[in-house]
């Protein structure tokens, strides 16, 4: 795949775990010397509390390629919930980016010219949940962000399929009337 890449956006939910384990990605992929690239510099250098953006790792010292910088959607206020973001969470994404790339949905030859920009959804009752399953955590999140990065890079869903099914979809949160009408 020669052709650029400005900017793709893809998003997934993945729920049905155990208590406080749903993940919901949105990701922005894109080249580096592109819009995606100023925006993931940007970010990187706009820190502000309780938004820390922190690029996705291994392990410490161990950063994934295509470099993909994580930012909450959760405002942060205590360690407990960051040591879960920054921690089972944070190795979860970075494991769904090279699922990504092994399955092809990222060329590994534009592995180091793509950088993907992830809005990250952890429950805030992870934070006090004594029996928090990390093994489902971490799987949901790599499951999800995987997902996502792959509806970004082919476009998913199509313009075609929204037209077609817009009618019978009904978003999970929209608020019914009390008679459950829509």
Not at 7 to 15: K, Y
Not at 79 to 98: D, F, H, P
Request: proline fraction near 4%; charged fraction near 20%; charge should be negative.
């Amino acid at each position: 795949m020669s052709d650029r890449i400005v900017m793709r956006t893809g998003e997934s939910l993945v729920a049905g775990g155990p208590p406080f384990t749903a993940a919901e990605p949105e990701v922005v992929i894109g080249e580096l010397d592109g819009p995606v690239g100023t925006a993931l510099a940007t970010l990187t250098g706009d820190q502000s509390a309780g938004h820390s953006k922190v690029f996705a790792i291994l392990n410490t010292d161990v950063q994934v390629r295509p470099v993909t910088l994580m930012v909450s959607k959760v405002t942060v206020k205590s360690s407990a919930y960051t040591n879960i973001l920054m921690g089972t969470v944070q190795a979860a994404i970075a494991n769904g980016v090279l699922d990504a790339v092994r399955a092809g949905d990222i060329p590994k030859e534009k592995a180091n010219d793509l950088g993907i920009i992830c809005s990250v959804w952890l429950n805030p009752g992870a934070a006090t949940e004594k029996n928090l399953d990390h093994k489902a955590l971490f799987e949901i999140h790599r499951k999800a962000t995987t997902q996502a990065i792959h509806k970004a890079m082919n476009n998913e869903p199509s313009i075609d399929w929204l037209l077609e099914h817009q009618e019978e979809i009904t978003h999970k949160y929209y608020q019914r009337g009390l008679d459950g009408e829509l």
